[in-house]
C-alpha cells in the first residue's frame, strides 16, 4: 500500500520561508511523478509544482523563481522549498504520486492519484 506523510507546513510572514517535505512508502514501480498541490477555502486545486524520476519538473506560473522542488531518491523524498512567500501562497499543501512515462516532455500536473494527508501553510501580511 502507498502512504504519502508529508511534514514542513506553518505559519509565517510574508517574504519569508517554508519547506515542505513528502515522504513515500510502498511504490512499486521505478519511474512515477510526484507533484504538491494546493487548496484554500471556497477555491479549487492547483498544481503547484511536480518532479519525475528523472529530475525534470514543472511549476505553476504563479510560484516559478519562488518555489523549487527537489527529491531524495534514496529516501523517497520529495522536497518543496518555499520563498519570498506571498499571503496568497496561503492554503493547505498536498503531496501526491502517479506513474509517470520515462523520457515524456512534459511532467503532469493532473491524473495524480494517491494523495497525502495535507499540511497547513499560513502567509500573514
Known amino acids: 500500500q502507498v502512504q504519502l506523510v508529508e511534514s514542513g507546513g506553518g505559519s509565517v510572514q510574508s517574504g519569508g520561508s517554508l519547506r515542505l517535505s513528502c515522504a513515500v512508502s510502498?511504490?512499486?514501480?521505478?519511474?512515477?511523478?510526484m507533484g504538491w498541490f494546493r487548496q484554500d477555502l471556497g477555491k479549487g486545486r492547483e498544481g503547484v509544482a511536480a518532479?519525475?524520476?528523472?529530475?525534470?519538473?514543472i511549476y505553476a506560473d504563479s510560484v516559478k523563481g519562488r518555489f523549487t522542488i527537489s527529491q531524495d531518491n534514496d529516501k523517497n523524498t520529495v522536497i518543496l522549498q518555499m520563498n519570498s512567500l506571498k499571503p496568497e501562497d496561503m492554503a493547505m499543501y498536498y503531496c501526491?504520486?502517479?506513474?509517470?512515462?520515462?523520457?515524456?516532455?512534459?511532467?503532469?500536473?493532473?491524473?495524480?492519484?494517491?494523495w497525502g494527508q495535507g499540511t497547513q501553510v499560513t502567509v500573514s501580511s
Open positions: 501526491a504520486v502517479r506513474w509517470c512515462l520515462a523520457g515524456a516532455y512534459v511532467v503532469p500536473l493532473s491524473g495524480y492519484t494517491i
Open positions: 510502498g511504490l512499486t514501480t521505478s519511474t512515477y511523478c
Open positions: 518532479i519525475r524520476t528523472d529530475g525534470k519538473t
